[in-house]
């Protein structure tokens, strides 16, 4: 479901660069950034039907925030792409159901 999401994501957006960052401990499945602004959204993509504080720990990290937008600007949408119905957490964390994210491309 990665490979299909990051691919269907980039060839939606062309003007924007589109993949997957990796730290020590973790990783951003899907970034998409404007260089343009700049500014950049951060994904997790999860299988399940069920949202789970676990699934979206790492878009939590203050350190890994603090050094995705010191190179790639400001976060301005975090995001978990999963099979279940589309939310936003009070923490301000969206759950987008990946049928919808698709065709919303």
């Known amino acids: 479901m990665e490979d299909i999401v990051l691919l269907e994501t980039t060839m ?53 925030q603090k050094a995705t937008e010191f190179r790639y600007g400001k976060i301005v949408r975090k995001a978990v792409i999963y099979r279940g119905e589309s939310t936003i957490l009070d923490n301000g964390i969206e759950y987008i159901n990946v049928e919808e994210y698709l065709k919303s491309l």
Do not use: N, W
């Not at 660069?17 to 951003?28: K, M, N, P, R, S």
């Not at 993509?45 to 790492?58: E, G, L, M, N, T």
């Open 12 to 64: 939606a957006k062309p003007e924007k660069e589109v993949f997957q960052l990796c730290f020590a401990i973790g990783e951003f499945d899907m970034v998409v950034v404007d260089e343009r602004v700049p500014k950049c959204e951060i994904y997790e993509i999860k299988h399940s039907d069920k949202v789970v504080p676990a699934q979206y720990r790492f878009l939590s990290y203050t350190e890994k």
